[in-house]
Nanobody, 117 residues
Framework: QVQLVESGGGLVQPGGSLRLSCVAS??????????TGWYRQAPGKERELVAT???????NYADAVKGRFTISTDNAKNTVYLQMNSLKPEDTAVYYC?????????WGQGTQVTVSS
C-alpha cells in the first residue's frame, strides 16, 4: 500500500502564493514510475483536475490555473509539489494529491487552501 500526505495549505490573500507538497511512502520505490496529479474540490462542487505530470512527459494544466500553477516532482524525496501563484478566491478548495499506475490509484487526505482578504 502507498500513503500520500499533503501539506502546505492555509489561508492566503488574493494575489499571494502557496506551495503544496505531497510525500509518498509505504510500498513504493520511486514516484518516477507513477503518473502524478493534483485535484481540488470546492464546497458544493465536484472534484476537478488541476494539474497532472507523467514521468518524462509534459505537465497538463486546467485552463483556470494555466500560467499561475506549476506541478513538479522530486523523485529522490518521493514528493510532488504544486506551486500556486497569483491566487484567486475561486482557487479556494481542498487540494488532493494523486498517484496512479495501471490499476493502482492512490489519493491523499487533502489540504485546505483558502484565498480570502
Amino acid at each position: 500500500q502507498v500513503q500520500l500526505v499533503e501539506s502546505g495549505g492555509g489561508l492566503v490573500q488574493p494575489g499571494g502564493s502557496l506551495r503544496l507538497s505531497c510525500v509518498a511512502s509505504g510500498n513504493i520505490f520511486s514516484i518516477y514510475a507513477y503518473a502524478t496529479g493534483w485535484y481540488r474540490q470546492a464546497p458544493g462542487k465536484e472534484r476537478e483536475l488541476v494539474a497532472t505530470l507523467r514521468s518524462g512527459g509534459h505537465p497538463n494544466y486546467a485552463d483556470a490555473v494555466k500560467g499561475r500553477f506549476t506541478i513538479s516532482t522530486d523523485n529522490a524525496k518521493n514528493t510532488v509539489y504544486l506551486q500556486m501563484n497569483s491566487l484567486k478566491p475561486e482557487d479556494t478548495a481542498v487540494y488532493y494529491c494523486n498517484l496512479w499506475r495501471g490499476s493502482s490509484d492512490y489519493w491523499g487526505q487533502g489540504t485546505q487552501v483558502t484565498v480570502s482578504s
